[in-house]
């Protein structure tokens, strides 16, 4: 399913594209900047508090002033934790035995996103937007690294900016072959750890589909870096908000439907936010009512 994407500039949005092999489309895609938010937003409460800003303010080589936004993402009442369709641990083209250091499938493979002691969610992903003439465009690529502990991808969910790079590394001396959606795949030694340049925006999900599973890491790419990924306690917080404008706070992940919420930071100050997100909806059950068979010459036949 397509959603339709507002005329905006594309540096504060993710690529709705549709891409081959582990890249996926979703309505994450259609995050916009500050005009789409404004109208969104206006239906909905501002949870918003606010701090009062020092009397000195970050200030970026270009001559945005900074503000930070933190907060925390909670589960709606009545709703229960999302799972993946398939455990991503459990892999049909599995041809190897699992290491003995490594533990064995759980359902917690299955439930990337967790609920932590304070009651918030973990590896959601937590992006602002805004002006987009009023933007960071960012510092410059960064390395993210994304690790095998345990036979596991770690860590679960991860953000990174168009043009990053994503190093994989493993300790372990099992050959597990990550899917990076280039084409091909080889094996992840430690001596031959791989890397992988995100040259455009979306959603790649990484998995091992040969050999043996290794769990699944979702990365999302951006086109610019105000963005955080909720801790163990679902808490999130981004140091590098645009002052002085009003920006739309999105929380999102792949079993969890688009929540987000108006928001405004001073210069120097913090502004206090609180989320709550919902599961997607499981899919219909397939239709049980039979159709009614067509005579296929019914038409055919001039009287």
């Known amino acids: 399913m397509e959603t339709a994407v507002p005329a905006i500039d594309s540096r504060i949005m993710i690529a709705g594209m549709r891409v081959p092999s582990a890249w996926l489309t979703v309505p994450f895609l259609a995050l916009a900047g500050c005009s789409a938010a404004s109208d969104r937003a206006a239906a ?3 949870p918003t508090t606010s701090e009062a800003p ?6 970026s080589d270009d001559g945005l002033s900074f503000g930070t936004i933190e907060g925390i993402v909670r589960l709606a009442p009545g709703t229960a934790l999302p799972r993946y369709e398939a455990n991503p641990m459990v ?5 190897s035995p699992m290491p003995p250091e490594c533990p064995p499938p759980g359902d917690g493979d299955a439930q990337p996103v967790q609920v932590g002691s304070s009651g918030g969610l973990t590896n959601l992903v937590i992006v602002a937007t805004g002006d987009a003439e009023h933007w960071p465009s960012g510092s410059g690529p960064e390395t993210r690294t994304v690790r095998i502990e345990r036979c596991r991808l770690e860590p679960r969910t991860l953000v990174a900016q168009r043009g990053d790079t994503i190093h994989l590394e493993t300790e372990l001396t099992f050959p597990f072959f990550p899917d990076l959606g280039t084409g091909f ?4 030694l430690p001596t031959d750890p791989l890397d992988l340049v995100l040259d455009q925006g979306g959603v790649r999900t990484i998995e091992c589909s040969f050999a043996n599973a290794c769990g699944r890491t979702d990365v999302v790419t951006l086109y610019h870096p105000v963005f955080a990924v909720s801790d163990v306690e679902g808490r999130f917080r981004m140091t590098n908000v645009p002052a002085g404008q009003d ?10 439907q688009e929540v987000g919420a108006q928001a405004r930071v001073e210069a120097g100050g913090t502004t206090h936010l609180e989320l709550v997100i919902q599961p997607v909806p499981p899919p219909a059950p397939p239709s049980t009512v039979p159709e009614t068979p067509r005579d296929p010459l019914e038409g055919d036949i001039p009287e």
């Not at 892999?91 to 041809?95: C, K, N, Y």
């Not at 795949?185 to 992840?188: K, P, Q, V």
């Open 185 to 188: 795949t080889r094996a992840l």
């Open 91 to 95: 892999s049909a083209g599995a041809s």
């Open 44 to 46: 909905e409460p501002d």
């Open 247 to 256: 920006v739309r706070v999105t929380a999102w992940h792949p079993l969890f």
């Open 54 to 59: 020092p009397e000195t303010a970050p200030v």
